[in-house]
């Protein structure tokens, strides 16, 4: 392990409140990359491979992600061997006051106008030693010159990536990038930074023998991070997949709209690389279909759902978690509907259903889950309706069923108020009668679809 390798800057890619304020840009949307080397690419590579740069990656995952863009910039040379939109304003060796220089910057504005400007600035500067408040003042002129052009113009920050033996310089550059977004974003025009320092190592995301560059590893990280940020510029708020109830809603097809509308995520981009491109954690399930995975405390995803009939449903959360204490609250409009204390299952393979009473109106709305609570995966969350037959008293007690865990099962059958032995007996003597007489959903307590022998064992586990 090199002793440089991971000297993390305590930067977390966010996106400001101004962001929540600005509507997704309409029509193609226009992006210039704006940088050095890393932007503009090169034929000859250190370790003497071909490297299509982050620019290559991102038109990927923005072509397939649906979004209709359009790269623009005065560069499009070398013409590197791969299909993508290559128009860009990458400049190899480029410091910050390079594009300040004769008027460079406004000069090229002159041939577009961006509705988007990614700017990956500053490694130069850290390398050459340029004084931080000379590379922040730097990049303040080219946010001015950019909004000169576009008084809207949505403007992304990337923090400096590491290379192999970086000094001091870089890391107090990355710590004083944001203060441009927080003096200098408005709601007109946001300033997002992108956070492409933490997570990534010097050397194994780097070619050799420099590691200055990025090899494939390195540009499909920054890629992924900018796509991130972008994703709420790009998209309309609304439902990413119609969503009824009752119902299963698979955690993967939260809202879209992006950070801070759709979603909370902690970490920088998608940890599982699996479904979708932006900052929630989803990964590929060894049994198929996908999982939200490595949910932190404060996260949080919303869906847009169409709830067929108001009434009482059970809410059948399908987890893994794999320490005490988590819990899963649901709200349904901002109104609370309940919370699901999650079983420990011990491993993040290993997973439990945890089910709660939910009362639900007619109609769309947006349902919430907040986790609390670190480590723990999410499946889905499934809604069946409860029966609105009324319970009866299972004979011979002429007490009413309750449900004193309140789970959506009535395991107390002879209404004493406690699950114990008692009722394990009368669910046996009388499973033919409940089957008959009782709704079903009130006594398949293994959510099979009917009323049986193992239901009278998970009566008796629960005791």
Same mark, same amino acid.
């Given at each position: 392990?090199? =002793?440089?390798?991971?000297? @993390?800057?305590?930067?977390?890619?966010?996106?400001?409140?101004?962001?929540?304020?600005?509507?997704?840009?309409?029509?193609?949307?226009?992006?210039?990359? /704006?940088?050095?080397?890393?932007? +503009?690419?090169?034929?000859?590579?250190?370790?003497?491979?071909? $490297?299509?740069?982050?620019?290559?990656?991102?038109?990927? &995952?923005?072509?397939?992600?649906?979004?209709?863009?359009?790269?623009?910039?005065?560069?499009?040379?070398?013409?590197?061997?791969?299909?993508?939109?290559?128009?860009?304003?990458?400049?190899d060796g480029y410091r910050t006051r390079d594009f300040?220089?004769?008027?460079?910057?406004?000069? %090229?504005?002159?041939?577009?106008? @961006?509705? /988007?400007?990614?700017?990956?600035?500053?490694?130069?500067?850290?390398?050459d030693g340029v004084p931080v408040e000379t590379t /922040?003042? !730097?990049?303040?002129?080219?946010?001015?010159?950019?909004?000169?052009?576009?008084?809207?113009?949505?403007?992304?920050?990337?923090?400096?990536?590491?290379?192999?033996?970086?000094?001091?310089?870089?890391?107090?550059?990355?710590?004083?990038?944001?203060?441009?977004?927080?003096?200098?974003?408005? @709601?007109?025009?946001?300033?997002?930074?992108?956070?492409?320092?933490?997570?990534?190592?010097?050397?194994?995301?780097?070619?050799?023998?420099?590691?200055?560059?990025?090899?494939?590893?390195?540009?499909?990280?920054?890629?992924?991070?900018?796509?991130?940020?972008?994703?709420?510029?790009?998209?309309?708020?609304?439902?990413?997949?119609?969503?009824?109830?009752?119902?299963?809603?698979?955690?993967?097809?939260?809202?879209?709209?992006?950070?801070?509308?759709?979603?909370?995520?902690?970490?920088?981009?998608?940890?599982?690389?699996?479904?979708? $491109?932006?900052?929630?954690?989803?990964? +590929?399930?060894?049994?198929?279909?996908?999982?939200?995975?490595?949910?932190?405390?404060?996260? %949080?995803?919303?869906?847009?759902? +169409?709830?067929?009939?108001?009434?009482?449903?059970?809410?059948?959360?399908?987890?893994?978690? %794999?320490?005490?204490?988590?819990?899963?609250?649901?709200?349904?409009?901002?109104?609370?509907?309940?919370?699901?204390?999650?079983?420990?299952?011990?491993?993040?393979?290993?997973?439990?259903?945890?089910?709660?009473?939910?009362?639900?109106?007619?109609?769309?709305?947006?349902?919430?889950?907040?986790f609390a609570g670190d480590g723990q995966n999410l499946?889905?969350?499934?809604?069946?309706?409860?029966?609105? &037959?009324?319970? +009866?008293?299972?004979?011979?007690?002429?007490?009413? @069923?309750?449900? =004193?865990? $309140?789970?959506?099962?009535?395991?107390?059958?002879?209404?004493?108020?406690?699950?114990?032995?008692?009722?394990?007996?009368?669910?046996?003597?009388?499973?033919? %009668?409940?089957?008959?007489?009782?709704?079903?959903?009130?006594?398949?307590?293994?959510? !099979?679809?009917?009323?049986?022998?193992?239901?009278?064992?998970?009566?008796?586990?629960?005791?």
């Amino acid at each position: 392990m090199h =002793p440089l390798r991971s000297a @993390p800057v305590c930067l977390l890619a966010f996106v400001l409140f101004f962001v929540l304020l600005v509507a997704p840009v309409a029509g193609t949307v226009r992006i210039v990359p /704006i940088g050095d080397s890393i932007t +503009q690419g090169t034929l000859q590579n250190d370790d003497g491979l071909s $490297h299509p740069t982050y620019r290559y990656w991102l038109w990927q &995952t923005l072509q397939s992600s649906g979004y209709d863009v359009d790269f623009v910039g005065s560069v499009d040379q070398p013409v590197l061997p791969y299909s993508f939109d290559q128009e860009n304003e990458g400049h190899d060796g480029y410091r910050t006051r390079d594009f300040l220089t004769g008027d460079r910057l406004k000069t %090229w504005l002159s041939g577009y106008s @961006p509705d /988007i400007a990614i700017v990956h600035l500053g490694s130069n500067d850290a390398m050459d030693g340029v004084p931080v408040e000379t590379t /922040i003042g !730097n990049l303040k002129q080219i946010v001015t010159i950019l909004r000169a052009k576009n008084p809207s113009i949505v403007i992304l920050i990337g923090t400096v990536i590491p290379r192999g033996g970086y000094g001091p310089n870089l890391p107090a550059l990355n710590s004083a990038i944001p203060g441009i977004a927080a003096s200098m974003s408005t @709601p007109s025009s946001p300033i997002v930074i992108v956070d492409q320092f933490t997570g990534y190592d010097g050397y194994d995301d780097n070619q050799p023998l420099r590691y200055l560059h990025p090899n494939r590893q390195g540009e499909q990280k920054i890629a992924a991070r900018y796509a991130a940020a972008l994703a709420p510029f790009l998209e309309e708020p609304g439902p990413y997949r119609d969503l009824s109830i009752p119902g299963r809603i698979e955690a993967e097809d939260y809202d879209r709209g992006g950070a801070g509308v759709a979603y909370h995520d902690t970490t920088a981009g998608n940890q599982g690389g699996a479904y979708r $491109h932006d900052d929630v954690d989803i990964e +590929q399930m060894a049994g198929g279909g996908y999982d939200l995975c490595f949910i932190r405390d404060g996260e %949080w995803v919303t869906y847009t759902v +169409q709830v067929a009939a108001a009434g009482e449903y059970t809410a059948t959360f399908r987890t893994a978690a %794999w320490s005490d204490g988590h819990t899963v609250a649901l709200s349904v409009d901002g109104s609370s509907a309940g919370t699901a204390v999650l079983a420990n299952t011990g491993s993040s393979e290993v997973y439990a259903d945890t089910t709660i009473p939910v009362s639900l109106p007619a109609g769309t709305y947006t349902l919430t889950l907040r986790f609390a609570g670190d480590g723990q995966n999410l499946d889905y969350v499934a809604f069946t309706a409860v029966p609105a &037959t009324t319970l +009866q008293p299972v004979p011979p007690s002429t007490l009413m @069923p309750t449900d =004193p865990n $309140h789970d959506g099962v009535y395991e107390d059958l002879d209404g004493s108020g406690i699950a114990d032995f008692n009722d394990v007996v009368l669910f046996f003597n009388q499973m033919d %009668w409940i089957a008959g007489h009782e709704p079903l959903a009130a006594f398949d307590v293994n959510r !099979n679809g009917q009323v049986d022998f193992d239901d009278i064992v998970r009566v008796f586990s629960l005791l």
